[in-house]
């Protein structure tokens, strides 16, 4: 199970792979040693390309196959290359002109150069890309598991023997006129139809394995293997048999060996490596003919374009320097969102992640975590939750509408998403649209969900004694004609126990009632010969009170953010849950107030005393209840109460007994600042609610920030 974890070493990697990008068009070794330049720009430095493709099988492909085929992040990574591809056609067009590369060229050569070879020698990366994401995603649509992977082997067996293979496909006639014919449509087989899918393809898998349990192991791999390609192709250049040399048989397994390696760094690399590694990539070329140009014209030609190494190196300065000029300006041209800035959310990945191992630790045999993310995921962010627990490998999740299910899978959110509540009939084709399951919440409503006559995806919800949504579970015959009702694929049932957090035998008899009744239904359900589909019925005090109620998933929501409803709430498995969230706010302003001059609303709060107030950068409408109003925030780990009436958009809190206090500083209202905690449960407690509500209404005008 893939775990979260930061990703310095492809970070880093990817610096030295445009280095071996620059060394495999420069050939630094040449003028030493041809021997050692084939080593170095035949052999190590053909990692490069295939590293690069497995990056983005990771983040992107990884996605979309482990989902129901969403497709909207790799089509955003496809518009992505191709608009990148499209600035460096037109950056490239002047030399490829002047160089002749476009003389005389037929409309086929046009389609060969933008479509598979590039417009430059080196751009064929960029349309590669594209086409082998869609490549694979095409082949996902049609072939699964063990198929899918026989696939792009046989597209990468096709690409060896038209590469460094050549030599032996030239022997058989038939197989050579196939080869010849295509090499009209394109130059070589390193392209996005053959090559690039396979390790696009290794990327998502590796993605999916996480790092090396052994990162020795992973490293004498890495060399063992290393060291039989590196003979491979020496004994194919000794044999004559290679038309090109992109691709050995063993590279596979070299990348296999070294993306594991390089997962298993712990160390961070800055994030400007992602952006100066790509233009590094493009611009080189660029950088050669400003070399060879203005060597010519200083006249030291022969030192610094006559020696491979020092040409090497002078453009990989050149490249980088203009890479790092390129990186300033887009950064000053994009858009920069205030990063804590007013007030934010502040999210504890570790902890999330904790609360997953701890709660699936409780889970009974067979059951899944079915996370609730609604309302925000209770406040906290969908998106940044959702994609930290898909991260940790849970593949379903609930929300309350369909709108917040719709945010998810524009997200990148793959796998099932159940929307918990209501639907308006004029908006069930984007249920379609979107792979959302849908719950039918009573009999009426399955029948217009049918009525639509196109085939959806439903839980069926059932009503023990709630008397919420859901059709009664005594009514088996209706029940039983939801189940029959054409366009319903019904995919799970499921019931909601009301009273799992009490603490009264009164609740427990009343969970244990609820429970009878929908079990009594399922074997009615049964008995009657309909398969039942996926079963569910605890949610987070369910699961920490009664988890062998059983299931196929554990709805759970508050328990997951570290939390429970209330601090007296029933808890008898006592997991260690950590809470997840923290509510932060800067210091506006500080004034000093003296004796009798009053402040706020109403003038409700009246100084005693020479008193100093800090104005915080937060209010109701970020969800900070008014009845706070006498409670207390933390500041330099001291608390200081809230003074006069909580406004809408500030805070007066008094902090004369804390010295130092000025604009900019940051006050906690929830969370641990030195020796000092402030809880949900402190502000549920003193509004009067529940710490579900106190999360839920953080307004989103709040950054969420994970950290």
Not at 127 to 154: I, K
Not at 252 to 272: G, N, S
Not at 284 to 298: D, F, I, S, T
Not at 522 to 539: S, T
């Amino acid at each position: 199970m893939p775990k979260s974890r930061a990703y310095g070493g492809l970070d880093a990697f990817r610096i030295l792979a445009a280095l071996l990008v620059v060394a495999i068009h420069i050939s630094p070794l040449t003028t030493y040693s041809a021997a050692g330049d084939f080593f170095l720009t035949r052999c190590l430095a053909r990692v490069a390309v295939p590293f690069f493709f497995m990056v983005t099988g990771h983040f992107v492909l990884g996605q979309v196959l482990e989902g129901k085929g969403s497709f909207a992040p790799l089509g955003r990574q496809v518009r992505k290359i191709l608009l990148l591809y499209l600035v460096a056609v037109v950056l490239y067009l002047p030399i490829g002109w002047y160089a002749g590369h476009y003389q005389d060229l037929s409309l086929l050569d046009g389609v060969r150069l933008l479509v598979f070879d590039g417009t430059f020698y080196h751009l064929w990366y960029f349309p590669a890309c594209a086409m082998g994401l869609l490549v694979v995603y095409g082949l996902s649509r049609v072939f699964r598991g063990r198929g899918l992977w026989v696939a792009v082997g046989v597209l990468y067996a096709i690409a060896l023997l038209g590469d460094s293979y050549y030599g032996l496909t030239a022997q058989i006639a038939p197989l050579a006129s196939l080869y010849e014919a295509g090499f009209h449509l394109f130059s070589y087989t390193r392209n996005g139809l053959f090559m690039a899918p396979l390790f696009l393809l290794l990327g998502a898998q590796m993605g999916k394995r996480g790092p090396a349990p052994l990162p020795w192991a992973a490293g004498l791999g890495l060399a063992l293997s290393l060291a039989l390609m590196t003979g491979e192709g020496f004994l194919l250049r000794h044999l004559g048999l290679q038309r090109h040399d992109s691709m050995y048989l063993l590279l596979p397994l070299v990348m296999c060996f070294l993306y594991r390696l390089l997962l298993a760094w712990p160390a961070k690399a800055p994030a400007a490596c992602r952006t100066l590694s790509t233009w590094v990539y493009i611009l080189h070329p660029a950088m050669l003919v400003v070399l060879r140009g203005g060597a010519k014209v200083v006249g030291l030609t022969e030192i610094l374009v006559g020696n491979s190494l020092v040409q090497y190196l002078m453009v990989c300065l050149l490249s980088f320097l203009a890479a790092g000029v390129v990186t300033w300006v887009l950064g000053r041209l994009r858009p920069q969102v205030p990063q804590l800035g007013r007030a934010w959310v502040q999210l504890d990945r570790a902890a999330l992640v904790h609360n997953v191992a701890a709660l699936r630790a409780l889970l009974p045999p067979g059951c899944q975590l079915m996370p609730a993310v609604k309302a925000d995921a209770y406040g906290h962010g969908a998106l940044p939750v959702a994609r930290i627990l898909q991260g940790e490998g849970v593949s379903a999740f609930c929300v309350a509408c369909l709108s917040e299910g719709i945010q998810l899978r524009k997200g990148g959110i793959r796998g099932e998403i159940l929307i918990l509540g209501y639907t308006h009939p004029d908006q069930f084709p984007l249920l379609r649209r979107y792979r959302l399951s849908q719950t039918v919440v009573d009999a009426a409503y399955a029948r217009q969900l049918a009525a639509y006559g196109r085939t959806l995806s439903v839980h069926l919800a059932v009503d023990t004694g709630m008397h919420r949504l859901g059709e009664a579970s005594g009514h088996l015959e209706e029940i039983r004609q939801i189940f029959s009702l054409p366009s319903l694929r019904i995919q799970g049932i499921y019931t909601h126990l009301c009273t799992a957090d009490g603490t009264t035998s009164r609740d427990q008899a009343y969970v244990h009632r609820q429970a009878q009744a929908f079990r009594e239904l399922l074997e009615r359900l049964q008995n009657q010969g309909i398969a039942l589909p996926k079963v569910h019925l605890l949610a987070s005090h369910g699961l920490l009170n009664y988890p062998d109620l059983g299931g196929d998933y554990a709805r759970v929501g508050i328990a997951l953010y570290g939390l429970l409803s209330a601090r007296e709430d029933r808890n008898l498995a006592a997991p260690d849950l950590r809470p997840v969230l923290s509510l932060r706010a800067r210091v506006a302003s500080v004034k000093t107030l003296s004796p009798g001059c009053a402040a706020g609303y109403g003038l409700a709060f009246v100084a005693q005393r020479p008193t100093k107030v800090a104005v915080l950068a937060i209010g109701y409408a970020d969800g900070l209840p008014r009845t706070l109003t006498g409670g207390q925030v933390l500041l330099h780990g001291c608390r200081a109460p809230i003074v006069g009436r909580i406004c809408m958009d500030q805070t007066l809190v008094d902090v004369t007994e804390i010295p130092a206090v000025d604009p900019g500083d940051v006050a906690v209202l929830l969370g641990t600042s030195g020796q000092e905690t402030i809880t949900a449960y402190d502000l549920a407690q003193q509004a009067g609610t529940i710490t579900n509500e106190i999360l839920s209404r953080l307004g989103p005008r709040l950054e969420r920030i994970v950290r």
